[in-house]
């Protein structure tokens, strides 16, 4: 039977956790009773850092249950880094990992559709997707949309509406440890690992307690991120656009011409300076666009670790196995 390991990047939740593990350690069992999942299945959950008691819950629940397992993260690493941390740990312990948010947003009984595609369909690779997004601010849902139709536009492929629920098969674990970059956009990265996938739709609940660790700031550096790192569309476009303001001027330079051997000279102060502002500004743009491939080429070259694990309890085997 396979071993499934449930893998949780936890930044501030003491509010939810004591929820979140109970209803997943529910789900757990119920698996083990209908012969799922293997009795050996674990709840990996990873500490990114906490300010406050997240830690010591963890450290409870492993001690007053072993299929509580923690990692604790020598700092605030982001969700991506402290996900990919729980993820890289539990690659050569289980057969298959399902990553989801501690907040309870990711519908815990979606698991169950999720290990039956591994189990009965061979499916490497499960998404969860939000059926609709009604418990988001409009404001999210907007954001939300148009940045998938904007990543789709630069050419990398994303699934629509999912994040960061999903299934990965010890194979497919393999495969994404081999992606060494040190900014791993992962909803970008999974679908470019191939193997056979499929969908799990689900509802998203509203977060069960506590607040969102993604501020607008956050979401953006993140959207950024994401686009960045898939594609570098955004450089060409760059130089498509400075060839279409070269025709654009092109143009203009001809109709003064024109003008002024008409005699009808241009008596423009307003033209000049607006184009010198609107030039002036894309070419800052076009700069700020290269300078983020420009830091991100400094920073992978650089090869730095993506997380350091400060400690890891689990089983003592699996201690063992995950220390190699
Ligand atoms: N998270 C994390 N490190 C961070 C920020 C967030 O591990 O620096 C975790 C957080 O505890 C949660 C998940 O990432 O389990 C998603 O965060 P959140 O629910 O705040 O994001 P939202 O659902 O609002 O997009
Ligand atoms: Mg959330």
Redesign the pocket.
């Known amino acids: 039977m396979n071993r499934l390991f449930c893998v949780?990047?936890?930044?501030?939740?003491q509010e939810v956790l004591p929820e979140t593990s109970r209803r997943l350690k529910e789900k757990i069992e119920d698996l083990v009773g209908r012969k799922m999942i293997s009795s050996d299945s674990r709840i990996l959950l990873?500490n990114?850092g906490s300010k406050d008691d997240t830690w010591n819950i963890i450290k409870k629940l492993h001690e007053e249950d072993e299929v509580f397992q923690g990692i604790n993260l020598s700092k605030?690493m982001?969700?991506q880094n402290?996900?990919l941390a729980g993820l890289m740990t539990a690659k050569d312990l289980c057969d298959m990992a399902i990553s989801l948010?501690?907040?309870l947003?990711d519908d815990i009984d979606a698991i169950d559709a999720m290990v039956d595609k591994f189990n009965k369909e061979d499916c490497e690779v499960v998404y969860g997707v939000r059926s609709k997004r009604a418990t988001d601010t409009f404001f999210k849902r907007f954001t939300a949309e148009s940045y998938y139709k904007l990543i789709d536009a630069m050419g990398a492929k994303t699934v629509y509406n999912h994040?960061d629920y999903r299934l990965l098969s010890r194979r497919a674990l393999q495969a994404l440890s081999e992606f060494g970059e040190v900014n791993l956009f992962l909803r970008g990265i999974v679908p470019m690992l191939g193997f056979k996938s499929d969908i799990v739709y689900y509802e998203r609940a509203e977060?069960f307690a506590g607040e969102?660790?993604?501020p607008l700031k956050k979401m953006l550096s993140f959207a950024i991120e994401g686009i960045t790192s898939l594609s570098t569309k955004p450089i060409k476009m760059i130089t498509e656009l400075g060839f279409f303001i070269f025709f654009v001027s092109i143009a203009v330079f001809i109709y003064s011409l024109v003008r002024y051997f008409t005699g009808h000279t241009i008596q423009g102060w307003t033209t000049t300076v607006l184009s010198v502002w609107a030039i002036g500004g894309l070419i800052m743009i076009s700069l700020g666009v290269i300078g983020e491939y420009i830091g991100k080429i400094y920073l992978e070259t650089k090869n730095r670790p993506r997380f350091i694990i400060e400690s890891y309890i689990g089983d003592k085997e699996d201690e063992e196995i995950a220390d190699c």
Request: hydrophobic share 25%.
């Open positions: 949780i990047p936890c930044y501030n939740e990873v990114d605030n982001g969700h402290a996900l948010d501690a907040d947003q994040a977060r969102s660790k993604y």
